[in-house]
């Protein structure tokens, strides 16, 4: 059985910007599109395939980040 610090060893957070300002924190990328659905923002799948970070689209940035 893992231990919570190993569970959490590799855990990372999506934080969402707009304008240099944080709108939200999410868990997993979906949560990410699905507060963003009628907005100008890529699509999860187009996210997905995508490995620089942070993504920077239009005036949002989402950042990959660890866990503290």
Known sequence: ??????????????VLLHKNIVLATF?????????MEN?????????????ENPIIYNEYT???VRHY
Not at 28 to 35: A, I, R, T, Y
Not at 39 to 51: A, E, G, L, M, Q
Request: charged fraction near 40%.
């Open 1 to 14: 059985m893992s231990t919570y610090k190993e569970q959490i060893k590799d855990r990372r957070y999506y």
């Open 27 to 35: 868990g997993n990328l979906k949560k990410v599109c699905d507060f």
């Open 39 to 51: 907005k100008d923002f890529p699509k999860y799948n187009t996210i997905v395939r995508k490995k």
């Open 62 to 64: 989402l950042y990959k």
